[in-house]
Nanobody, 123 residues
């Protein structure tokens, strides 16, 4: 079974730091773009950051200079280092990745989502 599993959420004080991880597992042939989204209560899900398999990263304006996305292709893992956290960063964070997976003798590419991890920034 192909899945993305996130870890690293929790409660942190304003100004603090936290690192999220997301690992892909299963019959994976290749991984394309990987990213993090977030959804706060009453708001739409939004892109936080994304990193392609080759090329430059993308960040939401609200997190530029504070968050850093990176990936380890050998570990099939994407990370989100979050510094100088603010209460407005409170949300459920979701990992997303374009995975090419084996389906019998064939390969199929589609987007996968993790289950989400809660990040709460509060004193």
């Amino acid at each position: 079974q192909v899945q993305l599993v996130e870890s690293g959420g929790g409660l942190v004080q304003p100004g603090g730091s936290m690192r999220l991880s997301c690992t892909a597992s299963g019959s994976i042939y290749s991984i394309g773009i990987m990213g993090w989204y977030r959804q706060a209560p009453g708001k739409q899900r939004e892109l936080v950051a994304a990193v392609p398999s080759g090329g430059s990263t993308t960040y939401a304006d609200s997190v530029k200079g504070r968050f850093t996305i990176s990936r380890d292709n050998a570990k099939k893992t994407v990370y989100l280092q979050m510094n100088s956290l603010k209460p407005d960063d409170t949300a459920v964070y979701y990992c997303n990745a374009d995975l090419t997976v084996y389906t019998g003798p064939l390969r199929r590419t589609r987007a996968y989502w993790g289950q989400g991890t809660q990040v709460t920034v509060s004193s």
